[in-house]
Structure formats: structure tokens, C-alpha cells
């Protein structure tokens, strides 16, 4: 695999080779976890598209562009790949020696002049499972976007703005790009990352309020009664009314309406759960219907009757902001927890794994129950009659949640929080009496086990203490040793209840 620098370039430089499903997925990863990375990433996409306007004036007329390109494309002359391979390590140097190797005597790029509507101010650097409406223009990966009304029905979709500023929409959601380092939000939520590149990014909301961000990372929402809030998990920004500028650090929430702004401590009161499965949903305020693929990380709306053959352990990091990874447990036993890297032994089993690690909730009408993954296992509708959202584990795999992702996002940091849940092997027939396991670990620890669950009609319910500073927390189910034929777990009602006073650990 490419290392960090060549991941990045093949982001930022139009020329070179593009990212495969696993290199995406690590530079994510590595984005997620390192802000060293993140700078990177903002530094070299900034000092690129610098030297991009510097040197093209000195580029040979010959290699001039003869109208202005809306789309770069991976066909130009071998000379401009060679002249954007030139820039890009010079980006590089810069970025070492920590000056700049040329005088640009340009207007500066956060800037917003009366040329940004017909400028690029923007691109589409991430797509899942979007849906685009309000859009004359295909919304594909790559596309360079100028001002103007972005409609996401739902998903996801993330934009890098041409200051390096990336904001992640989360569908159904109506945002405005007005500027190569601003928008305005109209109805929906935004998550928005601002390198030191990107400083004073702003986004607009109703009645002439604007957020301007001091170097941080940030959420902003409007619910459908046009009230506003804003939180931040990182750094600082500012909230600006038409009467008073409010400073926000992380850990504050602040509500926004007509009367005014009102900003708290976000602190999940005593008592109050999070419900996992629905932070898992991306933010989408209906149930979604996918999964994990445990060999790439990535998420799938496609089901896959396909099954997998391991022989060693495997931990692939996933594309979710509360999910550090998933995993596929060894012949042996062995599986690796989380991306710290612990690993455990768990009994023996067949290395084999069926489709994806998959979610769904409770569904209007009936499905075919050749849809099994989703649908044949609740025909009587029995679990939803309890819970909105089930999460679903074939043998051998498990997924890893981002404990301190969930703590920021709910305002728990430092708080003794309880994990509680129900899970059931709930396989379609009972031909045989095959068992299989489900355990729970968190950093690394055994903190749950039960190795012999059976498809008798119950289920087995858990409730376990957190400890405050503990990082993820691993589910995996296995195929109990006696071969992963019809073994279906089913997690659900999986939430994270703030305990002042934790109940003991379940046996």
C-alpha cells in the first residue's frame, strides 16, 4: 500500500493514481485518528492549489487551458502531468521547510469577491449512500463545485472547500456553498473540520446569524421548526448574532432561535441513554437498511449471499465517524479488538463469515424473506415490538465502537456510562442444536461472555458498567465450535445509559 504522503497525493493531485476501496479506507482511518494527518492533508491540498495558480500563468501557452475546466480530467498532456507532479513536491517541500518557494502575488483564497459564483469553490471528496435532489448536474466523486444549492435527500456527502474547510452533509439536508470558504445552511446538519489552513470558515444560518469557526471542529443543525444548534467538539468558533458575538469551546451547545442565542455546557443529564444503533444510523431520521463489509470496512446497502474463508485474524478500520473498525476472528480464535491492536483468543471456529455485519429497523410493509439478512428473521415482528433498531452478527465477526466519537457527540466525556442491550441467536430454522457465542470487550478486556447461545426464543439481556475513560468497545459473535451453519445473533436495544451509580457487571 501507497504511504500517508502518496495517499494524500492521490487526492489532492488530478493526475495520479486513484485510491482503491482499501486505501480509502485507511487514509479515512488515518484522517479519524492522527490530526497530524489532517494537516496535512489541508497544508498540501492548500500549498498545491497555490503553486496551481502560480505556475499556471508560467505554464507554455501550448499548455494553457484554451476555457476554463470545470472537471480536471486524468487526460491531459503528459507535459501538465509532469508540471502538477513538479507542484506536488514542491507542496511537499514547502510543507518540510516551512516557507514558501514562491512569491504569489494572488488575492487571497478564503476570500469572497464578486468572481466566486462562476469560481470552483469547493469539490466532492466522500459519497454514501447519497441521494441528490435541486441538482441540474450529475453530484458524482471528484466534482468540482462552484456557488450554489447543494440538495442531499439523504446519506451522506462530504465537500472539501477550496481553503481546505471539509464539511460532511448529512441528508435530508439543504446547504448553500456561497464562497471558497463559506455557506449558508437552510435546513438539515453539517459537520464541518477546519484546519489552521481554513481559519475563519463561515457558515450562515436564518435570520443573519453566522458561525465562524477559531480552528476547531463542529456541528451545526436546523430542525424542521427552523431552531438552530450548534455544538463543538474540538477547538472554539464564535456564534455572531445581529447584537452579540458568542464564544463556543468544546463541550458547549449552543441553541439558536429568533429571541437570541442560549449556550450550555452540553452534559448528558443523569439517567439519559444514547441509543447506539441510532448514531449509527449516520444521523438519517429513518431507519437504514445496510451494513459493514468485515473485509473492507466500508459501508453497503447490498446484501451478499457471499461466504468468507479467513486464516488469521483481520481488522479492517470502517467508514463511520462512531465506529473504529470491524473484525473477522481466526481458526485459531485469535481476533484483534480494536485499532490499538489488542488481541484476544476466543475457542476455536471454522474462519468462516456470511455477508456483511448489518443494521436495519423497524420496516413499514413486508419484505421477502429471500432478503434474509434484513428481513426473515423478525416475520412476526416480535423484537421491533420492542426496539427500533437491531443489529445483526453473523459467526466469526464483531465490530469495534468509538467510545470517545459517542462521548463527544453526546456530551459524556468523563461520565460513568452503563452499556445495556439484548442479543439472541435468532437463525431461520432449527434443524440442528448448533450454539454459538457472543462476547464483549472493551480496550481489549473480556467484560461479557456468552458462549453458548441457542435459537430457543429468548433472548439474553446485558447490562455492563464503562469505565469513563475507556476508548472502544468490541461485539463479536462467534460460531460456538460447532461450525457457523444458521447462526444469526441479533443485537438490540444497544444503549449507553449515563449511571451515577453503575450496576455490576452482568456474568
Request: proline fraction near 7%; charged fraction near 20%.
Amino acid at each position: 500500500m501507497r504511504d500517508l504522503v502518496e495517499l494524500i497525493l492521490a487526492v489532492v493531485d488530478p493526475n495520479a493514481p486513484p485510491l482503491d476501496e482499501q486505501e480509502r479506507v485507511e487514509l479515512n482511518r488515518a484522517l479519524r485518528e492522527d490530526p497530524a494527518a489532517r494537516d496535512l492533508l489541508a497544508d498540501l491540498a492548500y500549498h498545491g492549489r497555490v503553486l496551481h495558480e502560480a505556475l499556471g500563468a508560467h505554464r507554455p501557452q501550448s499548455e494553457q487551458d484554451p476555457a476554463p475546466v470545470v472537471e480536471p480530467t486524468r487526460t491531459e498532456s503528459g507535459a501538465y502531468r509532469l508540471w502538477w507532479a513538479a507542484a506536488a513536491v514542491a507542496a511537499v517541500l514547502a510543507l518540510a521547510a516551512s516557507v514558501w518557494l514562491i512569491n504569489v502575488n494572488q488575492p487571497a483564497l478564503v476570500g469572497d469577491g464578486p468572481a466566486a459564483s462562476m469560481a470552483n469553490v469547493a469539490t466532492l471528496t466522500d459519497l454514501e449512500s447519497a441521494v441528490f435532489i435541486d441538482s441540474n448536474e450529475p453530484m458524482t466523486l471528484g466534482k468540482t463545485l462552484t456557488s450554489g444549492l447543494i440538495g442531499l435527500a439523504s446519506g451522506r456527502a462530504q465537500l472539501m472547500f477550496e481553503s481546505t474547510a471539509v464539511v460532511d452533509l448529512i441528508g435530508p439536508c439543504r446547504f448553500v456553498t456561497t464562497g471558497p470558504n463559506r455557506g449558508r445552511l437552510i435546513r438539515g446538519r453539517l459537520e464541518a473540520y477546519v484546519p489552521t489552513a481554513a481559519h475563519g470558515f463561515t457558515v450562515e444560518l436564518p435570520g443573519e446569524v453566522q458561525i465562524v469557526d477559531l480552528g476547531t471542529r463542529f456541528m451545526v443543525e436546523i430542525d424542521d421548526a427552523g431552531v438552530a444548534h450548534a455544538v463543538v467538539y474540538e477547538g472554539a468558533i464564535q456564534v455572531r448574532d445581529q447584537t452579540a458575538s458568542h464564544r463556543m469551546t468544546a463541550g458547549q451547545l449552543a441553541t439558536i432561535t429568533p429571541q437570541g442565542v442560549e449556550i450550555d455546557t452540553m452534559r448528558m443529564p443523569p439517567g439519559e441513554s444514547i441509543d447506539v444503533l441510532a448514531m449509527l444510523s449516520h444521523g438519517m431520521r429513518t431507519p437504514v437498511e445496510g451494513g459493514f463489509d468485515p473485509q473492507t470496512g466500508a459501508w453497503t446497502t447490498t446484501w451478499s449471499q457471499h461466504r468468507m474463508q479467513t486464516t488469521r485474524p483481520m481488522y479492517q478500520p470502517a467508514t463511520d465517524p462512531i465506529v473504529d473498525g470491524v473484525l473477522r476472528i481466526g481458526p485459531d480464535g485469535q481476533a484483534v479488538t480494536d485499532s490499538n491492536g489488542h488481541v484476544i483468543d476466543l475457542p476455536p471456529c471454522d474462519g468462516q463469515s456470511l455477508g456483511p455485519i448489518w443494521m436495519r429497523g423497524r420496516l413499514a410493509e413486508r419484505r421477502s424473506s429471500n432478503d434474509a439478512w434484513l428481513y426473515a428473521f423478525d416475520l412476526d415482528d416480535s423484537w421491533f415490538a420492542r426496539t427500533d433498531r437491531v443489529l445483526g452478527l453473523h459467526p466469526n465477526v464483531g465490530i469495534c465502537f468509538d467510545l470517545e466519537a459517542i462521548r463527544q457527540r453526546r456530551g459524556a466525556i468523563g461520565l460513568p456510562l452503563t452499556l445495556t442491550g439484548r442479543v439472541a441467536d435468532v437463525r431461520p430454522t432449527q434443524l440442528n442444536n448448533n450454539t454459538s457465542g457472543f462476547y464483549i470487550y472493551v480496550d481489549g478486556k473480556p467484560v461479557y461472555a456468552q458462549a453458548d447461545l441457542r435459537a430457543i426464543g429468548r433472548d439474553v439481556r446485558f447490562e455492563l458498567p464503562i469505565n469513563p475513560e475507556a476508548r472502544f468497545v468490541t461485539l463479536i459473535a462467534t460460531d460456538g465450535g460447532d461450525s457457523s451453519v444458521y447462526d444469526w445473533q441479533i443485537v438490540g436495544d444497544l444503549r449507553l445509559v449515563n449511571s451515577p451509580t453503575p450496576p455490576p457487571a452482568s456474568k
